[in-house]
């Protein structure tokens, strides 16, 4: 699998945007980009997925870069809530591959 | 968005014991779903894939007759640790869904004394 490399920590203001950055240079044409959050003992959760394009959902934008070797994930209006951490994850795609390798992902503190 | 559930989410057990977890899909059907170890202040570390109907594949390193996975309908899965040691304790995630949004159940935090 395709290695991610992330930040080991983060900080941000309340109602401040936070751009979380992710390199992938080994990315394959066929990966795709996933980015999921885990709060403090909790499940991750997830937030959003790209191929190609930037995406925008009601969690956050992501946005790939035109050779697909680095992405970055914003949130738009942090809160205290989004305290987590962030993972960036490559998934091969085809057939039915479900498999996620989470690294160690981004630890975003969001002051008051 | 769907949900995944897991019983019990705290359990403490003597060593030497086994402990049963369970991984439900709530609201849809789940023909594959995934366990998770999670240690302190560490990341998820795949432990194996449970396929309904059939044999769980296990990653690397990960004993299948410590970890037994019974996955026997398309709602439930169950991780079974056999003879559980104090090495053993651990957050253990379950997750199902699609290849492009995995949902992640609550975790069970296991602890062996």
């Known amino acids: 699998d395709a290695k991610t490399t992330q930040p080991n920590s983060m900080e941000s203001n309340e109602e401040e945007p936070v751009h979380l950055p992710c390199n992938h240079s080994t990315i394959s044409g066929t990966d795709y980009i996933h980015w999921y959050r885990q709060l403090p003992s909790q499940g991750p959760e997830y937030v959003i997925h790209?191929?190609?394009s930037n995406v925008n959902n009601r969690m956050a934008s992501l946005a790939i870069a035109e050779d697909r070797k680095s992405s970055t994930l914003i949130l738009h209006r942090a809160t205290l809530r989004d305290a987590a951490v962030y993972y960036c994850?490559?998934?091969?795609?085809?057939?039915?591959?479900?498999?996620?390798?989470f690294g160690k992902g981004t630890l975003l503190t969001v002051n008051p | 968005g769907a949900v995944v559930s897991q019983h019990p989410s705290r359990v403490i057990c003597k060593s030497g014991t086994s402990v049963k977890i369970e991984c439900r899909s709530l609201d849809f059907q789940a023909t594959t779903m995934f366990w998770y170890r999670q240690f302190p202040k560490q990341s998820l570390m795949l432990m194996a894939t449970s396929n309904e109907g059939s044999k769980a594949t296990y990653e690397q390193g990960v004993e299948k007759d410590k970890f037994l996975i019974n996955h026997a309908s398309l709602t439930l899965s169950t991780l079974t640790v056999t003879s559980a040691h104090p090495e053993d304790s651990s957050f253990y995630i379950c997750?199902?869904?699609?290849?492009?949004?995995?949902?992640f159940g609550p975790g069970t935090r296991l602890t062996v004394t």
């Open positions: 997750s199902a869904g699609s290849p492009y949004e995995q949902y």
């Open positions: 790209g191929l190609t």
């Open positions: 994850i490559l998934r091969r795609g085809g057939g039915s591959n479900y498999k996620l390798t």
